[in-house]
């Protein structure tokens, strides 16, 4: 690495961003054969491909007006602290990752502080759901924004954004790349033992709220399928919480780390029950059946569809992007555990609509740009070029 490499620093809120970051460095990485240079904020993901975190991510892991508000305080010291390290570094360029929440207030602080660098953000927040003045907001802070989807360009750029879809990295991951049999031979299952892969979220405020719900809806699952076996993939943030939830389940758990547990533990599985996010994608590339769930506060809740103008048919990225229901999705009131296990059991007993999953899941996956060029690479080349022109 030469001493003038571009410094490129990064910022993740959780660990869906880690792992798009982490991709979004090894394709940085392979396109200037090494010679690049990172700084900022990231989990295990981005710290395996060399980024010193500048403090620990798990920080900015909560989601919802009632989970945020308590941590108010210490979120506004870590936006100072990250406007100070940026500026004593100068980067050759900032690129945030998702959490637009904490993100947007960094792009919006640099701007204030009169601070040149090039700011770009990566993963379009869903206008499509959220009063459409927030595509201006954007538009006011940064100079570059990168995309997932492939309709999402047009919405900022009539705001004067210049916007690139790039593609999602979930078609480039391990997720449909498992190895079950080989799952099965480290945890000693026969190979016909069903499994039920469950994945309650990785932030805290998630987990907080789904894990007793899914902790009662295995309980009922148990009365039916009792040899069935739970596996629970997790990740740094919440791992300590869900193991201490899934010592009192009454299904034999096994709770996992790392990726390749995680990939292979989908590709063992017969069905899924997953908090709704980026998993959902992950699972249908695994051509895993799932159904999905999420709980807010009544107060976010509230809030998000009264006051922010939120209005979505679906929530589930597959179902969004086949634009019709292929995941079932069970919210707020209706994510209750009776309501669960019906559902879950439908696709461990329903041949059909384990079929059904499978051709609207490769339906939305087709739409997202799986078989064409790496996201990542997409990513990177663009940022690269747009860094260069800027110089």
Known sequence: MTSDAPLIYLIAGEPSGDLLGARLMAALKRQTKGDVRFAG??????????????????????????????????????IRQTLSDIETKSPDALVTIDSWGFCGRIHGGLKERGIRVPRIHYVAPMVWAWKKGRTRSLAQVLDLLLTLFPNEPAWFEKEGLRSVHVGHSVIEGGAGQGNGMAFRARHGLSPDQRILCLLPGSRRSETSRLLPVFGATLDRLAIRYPDLVVAVPTVETVAEEVIQAAAGWKLPTMVLRGATER?????????????????????????????????????????????????????????????????????????????????????????????????????????????????????????????????
């Open 41 to 78: 904020i990231g989990g295990e993901e981005m710290q395996a491909e060399g980024l010193i975190s500048l403090f620990p991510m798990g920080e900015l892991s909560v989601m919802g007006l009632v989970e945020v508000l308590p941590r108010l305080p210490r979120i506004l010291r870590r």
């Open 263 to 391: 990939f292979d533990a989908f590709a063992a599985s017969s069905a899924a029950l997953a908090a709704s996010g980026t998993v959902a994608l992950e699972l249908a590339m695994a051509d895993v059946p799932a159904v999905i769930a999420y709980r807010v506060s009544p107060v976010s809740a509230f809030v998000a569809t009264r006051f922010m103008g939120l209005d979505l048919k679906f929530v589930s990225l597959v179902n969004i992007l086949a634009e019709r229901s292929v995941m079932p999705e069970l919210l707020q009131d209706n994510c209750r555990p009776e309501r669960l296990a019906a559902a879950v059991a439908e696709l461990l007993d329903d041949q059909n609509a384990v079929d059904a999953q499978h051709i609207g899941a490769r339906e939305a996956l087709t739409r997202l740009g799986l078989g064409e060029t790496s996201p990542s690479a997409r990513a990177a080349e663009t940022i690269l070029s747009f860094i260069g022109g800027r110089q």
